[in-house]
């Protein structure tokens, strides 16, 4: 007999917003011009990277900062779909199958549901599977909500067929 194996993993990013002028403001694979940019040693990009620490944790396979170390030089500035593309091959090359990922995106600023479809897409092309994408407001409570950073929280499930003995 087969039956599914499932296993789901939760990822979360938070950045604050950088005080240099010449950050671009990246989220799900999409520039927003004329917002502040994220501080962070690569795009700095949270949704993207919440959604990868979210498929590597449900693969066992670390998290993040494991992979892609903030102190290695060659991640700066680097597109984080990139590093989302590549934690999705090493699911899949662990035999995984990707089924969905969900993630909120908490933040005063930008709106996002005018780019909500740009970067479902993006994300989904890099991941391999169907990305959701959620904005949410702090409504002015804590440091999310004084507009200081973004944060995101993403859910990924991953599945593979596992045949039972009968």
Known sequence: MTLPQIRVGQGFDIHRFSD?????????????PGERGLHGHSDADAVAHAVTDALLGAAGLGDIGQHFPDTDP?????????LLAHAAGLVTQAGWMIGNI?????????????RRDE??????????????VKGRRAEGLGALGRSEGI????????????TQPR
């Open 20 to 32: 240099d002028p010449s950050r671009v403001l990246v989220l799900g694979g999409v520039t927003f």
């Open 74 to 82: 060659q991640w700066k500035g680097v597109d984080s779909l990139l």
């Open 102 to 114: 969900d993630c909120s995106v908490v933040c005063e600023q930008p709106k996002l549901a005018p």
């Open 119 to 132: 970067m479902q897409q993006r994300l989904s092309t890099a991941a391999g599977t169907d990305v959701t």
């Open 151 to 162: 944060a995101c929280w993403a859910v990924a499930v991953i599945l593979r067929e596992v």
